[in-house]
């Protein structure tokens, strides 16, 4: 069975400082692997997403992923916040099958 | 291109009500999903459609029922609405499995008092 665990519900991190946000999965087979960003009142939109390609994926606003199979994990970074980051990330894992499976998400506030 | 839309946007319903919800895509997308979002608990699957005429239970299906009467619309019912099932309901398509990614309605909001 699929799972996705996203380490911390809230993230605060100063303007210009390093976001990380960490997603562990597990899965029986190489997965498909996406982040997300939700922004208040507003559905899902994707960022970036990992597909057996390069491990290291490049998104939207400067957002990127690496994907590490010995660690199952797929943690988000960018190296400088901006107000506008602020917002609800959450990751999410496919196999060859019909289904995501999404993590909890993780809230994102940057502080001015 | 309209892209994935949901209607209504906000509903307040009594308890014991019943409604539906529409999800309308022009992606040409196979695969349907309908999501509920809680605080605290993610995205949690209701029900899904990989395809025209068919349906699939997800996580958490009880008090909802489905229908793909046609591979545009995805339709979520609730036949006798509970104040448990306040939540914000995602569509979601998808043109098909594996490494294809999910893209999003912009919600339902769904109060039952």
């Known amino acids: 069975a699929q799972s996705v665990t996203q380490l911390g519900s809230h993230v605060s991190v100063s303007e210009g400082a390093l976001v990380l946000l960490r997603c562990n999965y597990s899965s029986s087979v190489p997965p498909y692997l996406f982040w997300y960003v939700q922004y208040p009142n507003q559905g899902l939109q994707l960022l970036l997403k990992?597909?057996?390609?390069?491990?290291l994926v490049k998104g939207i606003n400067g957002f990127e992923a690496e994907f590490k199979k010995s660690e199952t994990s797929f943690h988000l970074t960018k190296p400088s916040a901006h107000m506008s980051d602020a917002a609800e990330y959450f990751c999410?894992?496919?196999?060859?099958?019909?289904?995501?499976?999404f993590g909890t998400g993780t809230s994102l506030t940057v502080i001015p | 291109n309209a892209g994935v839309t949901q209607t209504p946007k906000f509903r307040v319903l009594k308890t014991g009500q019943s409604m539906t919800l529409l999800c309308a895509q022009d992606m040409n997308h196979e695969y349907m999903y309908w999501y509920r979002q809680d605080p605290g608990m993610g995205l949690r699957l209701i029900h899904y459609s990989v395809g025209e005429g068919t349906t699939a239970k997800g996580e958490v299906p009880d008090g909802y029922n489905v229908s793909r009467l046609k591979k545009q619309n995805f339709l979520l019912g609730l036949e006798s609405a509970a104040p448990s099932q306040t939540s914000v309901y995602f569509c979601?398509?998808?043109?098909?499995?594996?490494?294809?990614?999910?893209?999003f309605g912009p919600g339902t909001r769904l109060t039952v008092l």
């Open positions: 990992y597909t057996s390609a390069a491990t």
């Open positions: 999410a894992v496919s196999e060859a099958g019909n289904q995501f499976y």
């Open positions: 979601a398509t998808r043109l098909w499995g594996g490494a294809d990614t999910q893209y």
